[in-house]
C-alpha cells in the first residue's frame, strides 16, 4: 500500500499577502500605553526614596531570617491558642456589630429607597469614610480612645467593616426588582411591611454573602490588631519580633496561617449551605 | 424546606406554618444554643470596662477637638512626600507583583500543571495570602530595614498571593478545547500557553492589575505604620507626636485619594474590558 | 499509512471505552465514523493524536507507533495529523489570520511563534486557504465574532495549514445548522480530494456519511461492527450499530419521517 504522503497544498493560487498583527491605530494604542507605563515606572525608580545597596543585600539577608526562622518553637503553642482564640473573637463580635449597624446604613444610603436627600448623603458620607480608613488606623484611633485591649479591636473591626457591607448591600438594594414592592403598595402596606416582605427577601442572599465574607476578611484583618495594642495574635507576634524570638515568630505564623485557613474553610462550608 | 409542617386539619382548614430555615430540629436547636453561648464567652472575654469607656470620653474629646479643623500646613511638605512615596511603593510594588503572579498562578491551576509543581504553586499563594500585609511589613523591615524597600516587598507578595489565586482560577475556568486544538497542530507546552491560555486571561489579568493598583494603595496607606515606608509612616508619627491636627489632614486626603483612585480603576477596568 | 491494532481505552475506573479496536487505512479518500454517542468514535480519534492517551495497543502511522512517543517526537508526529472539532476550538480572542497561522505553530520555534513572526510563506499560505474557504475579507477579524459556519471554515483551514498527512474531523458539522452542516461537508470533502488527503471523519448522521464517505465504519460499544462501502450499508447493519440506542429511529428514518 502507498504511503500517506500528500503532496504539498496545491490550487490555491499564487498570490502573497502582507499581513500584521494589528492595525496601524491599534499599534499606535499599544505604543503609547507602553510609553506611557515605561515613563511612570522611570520616574517611580529614578526618585523613590530606596537604598540601592540594601536591595543588592535583601536576598542573603530574608535568608538569613528565614534560616534562624526554623524550626518553629512548639513551646509557644500554649501562649499562642488564647490569644489566637481572642483574634477569632474579636472578629466575629465586630463583624457582628457591623451587620447589625450596617443594614440601616445600606437602606439609608440606596438611591432607591432612602427617605430623602440628606439621610442618603449622611450614609454616604459614614460609608466613605469607614471604608477609606484602613482597620488598622480604626485600632490607633480607638486604642487612643478606649485605651489598650480588645474592645479597641472589636470597634474597630465594625467601623472599617460597616461601610464595607454598607456599600454592597446598599448596591443590591439598588438593582432588586421593583416589582414586588410595587405590588405591596398596591395592596395598601406599609413602609414597615415592604421592608420586610419585599426588599428583605431580594437582598438576603447578598447580605448572607457579605457578611460571610466580611468576616473571613476580618480574620485575616484582626490578626494585626495587637500590633498597636488592640488585642489577638498580633501582640505576640510583636513582642517576639522585638525580643528576636525568631522561632517564636515563625509558630505565630503558622498558627496565623492555620487559623485564616480556619476561616476560608469555615466561610466555604457556610456559603455553600446558604447559597 | 420541610412539608411537613403543613396539614390540612379534619375540618378541611389548611394549617399554615413558615418552613424553617434549617428543617432538622436537633440542628436548628443545637445551633441556636451553641451561637448564644459562644457570644456570652465571646463577649466575656472582652474585658468590657465601662468606667474604661467613660474616660475614654474625655480623651475622645480632646482627640477630635484636636483635629478639628485639619491641619494641611505645618508638615505639609512631610505630606507631601509621604503620599509620594506611598504611589511609588504602590505602582512598583503591583508591577512587579502581577509580572510575578503569572508564573505562580499558572503553577498553581490544576488543569494546566502537573501535581507536585501544583502543590508547591497552592502552597507559596496560600502563605502570600494569609499574611496580612502588616505582618510582611514588620518581617521586612527586620530584614532589609526601615522604608519603602520593604514596603515594595511586602506588598510584591500581597499581590502574588491575591492576584496568583485569582489567575489560578482564571486558568482553571479555561475552555480547555482550544488548548486541545493548539496541541493538536503539534506545538509545544510554551507555546500552547501564549496561544491558547494567555489570550482567554488576558482580559482579566488587566482588570486584576487594575484592581491591585487601587488594593496595594489603600495597603500602602498601613504598612508605613511598621515601619515599611509611605504616609503611614508620616501618620504614624503624627498620632505619636499628639499632632492630631496632621493626623485628620492625612486621613481626609487618604479617603480623597482612595476615592480617585477607585474610580480611575474602575474606568480603565470597563476600558480594557 | 494508518494502522491501528487492539486499541483499548477506559477512562478512570469504568468500563472500556474502547475495547480492542481493529483498524486501518492507506486511501486517500474519505472515512466516515459512525455510531451512537459513547459508541467510542471521538476516544478513536483521539486516541491517533495522542489527546487522549490509550492503555494499550498499537496505533501506526507511517510505521511509527503514536503510543510510544515523547515530547519533540510527539510534536513531530501531530503536526502531520491535522485535527477538525466539533466545537471548533477557535482562541477566540484571536484574529483569523492567528488562527489560520496557529496550524503552523509545530514548525516555528517557540520565541517566533510567540511573537508572530512566521515565515511570509506561511503567511501567504494561509491567505490563500483563507481565500479557498472564502473567508478572506475576515482576516484580521476576531475570530469570536465570527458565526458558527465561518468559525469551521477556519478550523479547516487551520487543520489544513499543517499540510498534514492526515485529517481527523470530531463530528465536525454537529453543532451547525443542517444547511451550513451541508456547506462544511461539502467543503471538507472536496478540499481533501484536491488534494489526495485521507480524512477519519466521525459523523452521527448516516446520511450525510453515505453521501461523501468512500468507505464507512461502524463503532459500536468500543468494537467495530461494520466496515464497508456506503451502499453496502443496511436497515439491519445501522440496527446493529444503534439497536436499543436513542438515535436508532432517526437514522431509519432521517429528515422528519419518524414524526408521528
Given at each position: 500500500?502507498?504511503?500517506?504522503?500528500?503532496g504539498?497544498l496545491k490550487?490555491?493560487?499564487?498570490e502573497?499577502?502582507?499581513?500584521?498583527?494589528?492595525?496601524?491605530?491599534?499599534?499606535?494604542?499599544?505604543y503609547?500605553a507602553?510609553?506611557?507605563?515605561a515613563l511612570?515606572l522611570y520616574w517611580?525608580?529614578?526618585?523613590?526614596?530606596?537604598?540601592w545597596?540594601?536591595?543588592w543585600?535583601?536576598?542573603e539577608?530574608i535568608n538569613?531570617m528565614l534560616y534562624?526562622?526554623?524550626p518553629?518553637?512548639p513551646?509557644a503553642?500554649p501562649?499562642?491558642?488564647p490569644?489566637?482564640?481572642?483574634t477569632i473573637?474579636?472578629?466575629t463580635?465586630?463583624?457582628?456589630?457591623?451587620?447589625i449597624i450596617?443594614l440601616?446604613?445600606a437602606?439609608f444610603?440606596?438611591r432607591?429607597v432612602?427617605?430623602n436627600?440628606?439621610?442618603?448623603a449622611?450614609?454616604?458620607?459614614?460609608?466613605v469614610?469607614?471604608r477609606?480608613?484602613?482597620t488598622?488606623?480604626?485600632a490607633?484611633l480607638?486604642?487612643?480612645?478606649l485605651?489598650?485591649?480588645?474592645?479597641?479591636?472589636v470597634?474597630a473591626i465594625?467601623f472599617r467593616?460597616?461601610?464595607?457591607?454598607g456599600k454592597?448591600?446598599g448596591e443590591?438594594?439598588?438593582?432588586?426588582?421593583?416589582?414586588p414592592?410595587?405590588?405591596l403598595?398596591?395592596?395598601?402596606s406599609?413602609?414597615?411591611?415592604i421592608v420586610?416582605?419585599?426588599i428583605?427577601?431580594q437582598?438576603?442572599?447578598?447580605f448572607?454573602?457579605v457578611?460571610?465574607?466580611?468576616w473571613?476578611?476580618?480574620?485575616?484583618e484582626?490578626t494585626?490588631?495587637?500590633?498597636?495594642?488592640?488585642g489577638?495574635?498580633g501582640?505576640?507576634?510583636?513582642?517576639?519580633?522585638?525580643?528576636?524570638?525568631?522561632?517564636t515568630?515563625?509558630?505565630?505564623?503558622?498558627?496565623?496561617?492555620?487559623?485564616?485557613?480556619?476561616?476560608e474553610?469555615v466561610?466555604g462550608?457556610?456559603?455553600?449551605?446558604?447559597? | 424546606?420541610?412539608?411537613a409542617?403543613?396539614?390540612?386539619?379534619s375540618?378541611?382548614?389548611?394549617?399554615w406554618?413558615?418552613?424553617?430555615?434549617i428543617?432538622?430540629?436537633?440542628?436548628r436547636?443545637g445551633?441556636?444554643v451553641?451561637?448564644v453561648v459562644?457570644?456570652m464567652?465571646a463577649?466575656?472575654?472582652?474585658e468590657?470596662?465601662?468606667?474604661?469607656?467613660?474616660r475614654g470620653i474625655?480623651?475622645a474629646m480632646?482627640?477630635?477637638?484636636?483635629?478639628i479643623?485639619?491641619?494641611?500646613?505645618?508638615?505639609g511638605s512631610?505630606?507631601?512626600t509621604?503620599?509620594?512615596e506611598?504611589?511609588?511603593?504602590?505602582i512598583l510594588s503591583t508591577?512587579?507583583?502581577v509580572l510575578?503572579?503569572?508564573?505562580?498562578?499558572?503553577?498553581?491551576?490544576r488543569n494546566i500543571?502537573?501535581?507536585?509543581?501544583?502543590?508547591?504553586?497552592?502552597a507559596?499563594?496560600?502563605v502570600a495570602r494569609s499574611?496580612?500585609?502588616?505582618?510582611?511589613?514588620?518581617?521586612?523591615?527586620?530584614?532589609?530595614?526601615?522604608?519603602?524597600?520593604?514596603?515594595i516587598?511586602?506588598?510584591i507578595?500581597?499581590?502574588?498571593?491575591?492576584?496568583?489565586?485569582?489567575i489560578a482560577?482564571?486558568?482553571e475556568?479555561?475552555?480547555?478545547?482550544?488548548?486541545?486544538?493548539?496541541r493538536?497542530?503539534g506545538a509545544?507546552y510554551?507555546t500552547?500557553?501564549i496561544y491558547a491560555?494567555?489570550p482567554?486571561?488576558m482580559?482579566?489579568?488587566?482588570?486584576?492589575?487594575m484592581?491591585?493598583l487601587?488594593?496595594n494603595?489603600r495597603?500602602?496607606?498601613?504598612?508605613?505604620?511598621?515601619?515599611?515606608?509611605g504616609?503611614?509612616?508620616?501618620l504614624?508619627s503624627?498620632?505619636g507626636?499628639y499632632d492630631?491636627?496632621?493626623?485628620?489632614?492625612i486621613?481626609?486626603?487618604?479617603?480623597g485619594?482612595i476615592?480617585?483612585?477607585?474610580?480611575?480603576s474602575g474606568?480603565l477596568r470597563?476600558?480594557t474590558? | 499509512?494508518?494502522e491501528?491494532?487492539?486499541?483499548?481505552?477506559?477512562?478512570?475506573?469504568?468500563?472500556?471505552?474502547?475495547?480492542?479496536?481493529n483498524?486501518?487505512?492507506g486511501d486517500?479518500?474519505l472515512t466516515?465514523?459512525?455510531?451512537?454517542?459513547?459508541?467510542?468514535?471521538?476516544?478513536?480519534?483521539?486516541?491517533?493524536?495522542?489527546?487522549?492517551t490509550?492503555?494499550s495497543?498499537?496505533?501506526?502511522?507511517?510505521?511509527?507507533?503514536?503510543?510510544?512517543?515523547?515530547?519533540?517526537?510527539?510534536?513531530?508526529a501531530r503536526?502531520?495529523?491535522?485535527m477538525?472539532?466539533?466545537?471548533?476550538?477557535?482562541?477566540?480572542r484571536?484574529t483569523v489570520m492567528?488562527?489560520?497561522?496557529?496550524g503552523?505553530?509545530?514548525?516555528?520555534?517557540?520565541?517566533k511563534?510567540?511573537?508572530?513572526k512566521?515565515p511570509?510563506?506561511?503567511?501567504?499560505?494561509?491567505y490563500?486557504?483563507?481565500k479557498?474557504?472564502?473567508?478572506s475579507?475576515?482576516?484580521n477579524?476576531r475570530?469570536d465574532?465570527?458565526?458558527?459556519?465561518?468559525r469551521?471554515?477556519?478550523?479547516?483551514?487551520?487543520a489544513?495549514?499543517?499540510n498534514p498527512?492526515?485529517?481527523?474531523?470530531?463530528?465536525?458539522?454537529a453543532?451547525l445548522?443542517?444547511?451550513?452542516?451541508?456547506?462544511?461537508m461539502?467543503?471538507?470533502?472536496?478540499?481533501?480530494?484536491?488534494l489526495?488527503?485521507?480524512?477519519?471523519?466521525?459523523?452521527h448522521?448516516?446520511?450525510q456519511?453515505?453521501?461523501y464517505?468512500?468507505?464507512?465504519?461502524?463503532?459500536?460499544?468500543?468494537?467495530?461492527?461494520?466496515?464497508?462501502?456506503?451502499d453496502e450499508l443496511?436497515?439491519?447493519h445501522?440496527?446493529l450499530?444503534?439497536?436499543?440506542?436513542?438515535?436508532?429511529n432517526e437514522q431509519?428514518h432521517p429528515?422528519?419521517e419518524?414524526e408521528e
Amino acid at each position: 500500500m502507498s504511503s500517506l504522503t500528500s503532496g504539498p497544498l496545491k490550487d490555491l493560487g499564487k498570490e502573497t499577502y502582507h499581513w500584521q498583527r494589528y492595525t496601524f491605530k491599534q499599534r499606535m494604542g499599544r505604543y503609547s500605553a507602553f510609553v506611557v507605563v515605561a515613563l511612570l515606572l522611570y520616574w517611580t525608580l529614578s526618585t523613590v526614596d530606596v537604598f540601592w545597596p540594601w536591595v543588592w543585600s535583601a536576598p542573603e539577608e530574608i535568608n538569613d531570617m528565614l534560616y534562624r526562622m526554623m524550626p518553629p518553637n512548639p513551646r509557644a503553642i500554649p501562649e499562642i491558642i488564647p490569644v489566637l482564640i481572642e483574634t477569632i473573637n474579636i472578629a466575629t463580635i465586630g463583624t457582628l456589630f457591623a451587620v447589625i449597624i450596617s443594614l440601616p446604613i445600606a437602606y439609608f444610603g440606596a438611591r432607591n429607597v432612602s427617605p430623602n436627600k440628606i439621610t442618603l448623603a449622611i450614609a454616604r458620607v459614614i460609608i466613605v469614610a469607614s471604608r477609606s480608613i484602613n482597620t488598622l488606623i480604626w485600632a490607633l484611633l480607638f486604642v487612643a480612645i478606649l485605651g489598650p485591649g480588645p474592645m479597641a479591636g472589636v470597634v474597630a473591626i465594625a467601623f472599617r467593616s460597616i461601610g464595607f457591607m454598607g456599600k454592597l448591600i446598599g448596591e443590591s438594594i439598588e438593582e432588586m426588582d421593583w416589582g414586588p414592592v410595587e405590588a405591596l403598595q398596591a395592596s395598601g402596606s406599609g413602609q414597615g411591611h415592604i421592608v420586610t416582605y419585599a426588599i428583605t427577601p431580594q437582598v438576603m442572599p447578598t447580605f448572607w454573602a457579605v457578611a460571610i465574607l466580611r468576616w473571613d476578611i476580618n480574620i485575616r484583618e484582626s490578626t494585626v490588631l495587637g500590633m498597636v495594642g488592640a488585642g489577638g495574635i498580633g501582640m505576640l507576634f510583636q513582642v517576639a519580633i522585638d525580643l528576636f524570638r525568631w522561632n517564636t515568630v515563625s509558630m505565630v505564623l503558622v498558627s496565623i496561617i492555620l487559623v485564616v485557613l480556619f476561616g476560608e474553610v469555615v466561610t466555604g462550608m457556610v456559603r455553600r449551605k446558604l447559597i | 424546606m420541610s412539608i411537613a409542617a403543613n396539614t390540612v386539619n379534619s375540618d378541611g382548614s389548611f394549617l399554615w406554618k413558615r418552613p424553617h430555615f434549617i428543617s432538622n430540629p436537633l440542628l436548628r436547636y443545637g445551633l441556636l444554643v451553641f451561637s448564644v453561648v459562644y457570644l456570652m464567652y465571646a463577649f466575656g472575654t472582652l474585658e468590657i470596662n465601662f468606667s474604661r469607656v467613660m474616660r475614654g470620653i474625655p480623651r475622645a474629646m480632646q482627640i477630635f477637638s484636636g483635629a478639628i479643623p485639619p491641619d494641611f500646613t505645618s508638615r505639609g511638605s512631610l505630606i507631601v512626600t509621604g503620599f509620594i512615596e506611598s504611589i511609588q511603593i504602590t505602582i512598583l510594588s503591583t508591577t512587579v507583583g502581577v509580572l510575578l503572579s503569572i508564573p505562580f498562578g499558572f503553577m498553581a491551576a490544576r488543569n494546566i500543571t502537573i501535581l507536585p509543581v501544583y502543590w508547591v504553586g497552592r502552597a507559596i499563594i496560600i502563605v502570600a495570602r494569609s499574611l496580612h500585609p502588616v505582618v510582611l511589613g514588620v518581617l521586612f523591615v527586620k530584614a532589609v530595614g526601615f522604608g519603602a524597600f520593604a514596603g515594595i516587598l511586602t506588598l510584591i507578595i500581597y499581590t502574588l498571593g491575591f492576584v496568583g489565586k485569582l489567575i489560578a482560577e482564571a486558568v482553571e475556568e479555561i475552555k480547555y478545547g482550544q488548548i486541545e486544538a493548539i496541541r493538536a497542530t503539534g506545538a509545544g507546552y510554551f507555546t500552547i500557553l501564549i496561544y491558547a491560555v494567555f489570550p482567554q486571561i488576558m482580559p482579566r489579568l488587566i482588570g486584576l492589575s487594575m484592581y491591585q493598583l487601587d488594593i496595594n494603595l489603600r495597603a500602602s496607606t498601613v504598612i508605613g505604620l511598621v515601619g515599611a515606608g509611605g504616609i503611614g509612616n508620616t501618620l504614624n508619627s503624627a498620632f505619636g507626636r499628639y499632632d492630631y491636627g496632621t493626623a485628620s489632614a492625612i486621613l481626609l486626603i487618604m479617603i480623597g485619594i482612595i476615592l480617585i483612585a477607585e474610580t480611575v480603576s474602575g474606568k480603565l477596568r470597563r476600558f480594557t474590558r | 499509512m494508518l494502522e491501528i491494532k487492539d486499541l483499548v481505552k477506559s477512562y478512570g475506573d469504568g468500563q472500556p471505552v474502547l475495547k480492542g479496536l481493529n483498524f486501518s487505512t492507506g486511501d486517500k479518500k474519505l472515512t466516515a465514523v459512525i455510531g451512537s454517542s459513547g459508541a467510542g468514535k471521538s476516544t478513536m480519534l483521539r486516541c491517533i493524536n495522542r489527546l487522549v492517551t490509550a492503555d494499550s495497543g498499537e496505533i501506526l502511522l507511517d510505521g511509527v507507533d503514536m503510543l510510544k512517543l515523547r515530547g519533540k517526537e510527539l510534536q513531530y508526529a501531530r503536526r502531520k495529523i491535522g485535527m477538525i472539532f466539533q466545537a471548533y476550538n477557535l482562541v477566540d480572542r484571536l484574529t483569523v489570520m492567528e488562527n489560520v497561522l496557529s496550524g503552523r505553530l509545530g514548525y516555528v520555534p517557540f520565541l517566533k511563534g510567540a511573537l508572530r513572526k512566521f515565515p511570509q510563506e506561511d503567511i501567504d499560505r494561509a491567505y490563500q486557504l483563507l481565500k479557498r474557504v472564502g473567508l478572506s475579507q475576515y482576516v484580521n477579524k476576531r475570530s469570536d465574532e465570527l458565526s458558527g459556519g465561518e468559525r469551521q471554515r477556519v478550523g479547516v483551514a487551520r487543520a489544513l495549514m499543517q499540510n498534514p498527512q492526515i485529517l481527523l474531523a470530531d463530528e465536525p458539522t454537529a453543532s451547525l445548522d443542517p444547511k451550513t452542516s451541508e456547506r462544511i461537508m461539502e467543503l471538507i470533502a472536496r478540499l481533501t480530494d484536491e488534494l489526495h488527503l485521507p480524512v477519519l471523519i466521525n459523523l452521527h448522521n448516516v446520511a450525510q456519511a453515505k453521501h461523501y464517505a468512500a468507505r464507512i465504519v461502524g463503532l459500536r460499544d468500543g468494537v467495530m461492527v461494520f466496515d464497508g462501502k456506503p451502499d453496502e450499508l443496511t436497515d439491519e447493519h445501522l440496527e446493529l450499530i444503534y439497536t436499543g440506542k436513542d438515535e436508532l429511529n432517526e437514522q431509519l428514518h432521517p429528515e422528519g419521517e419518524s414524526e408521528e
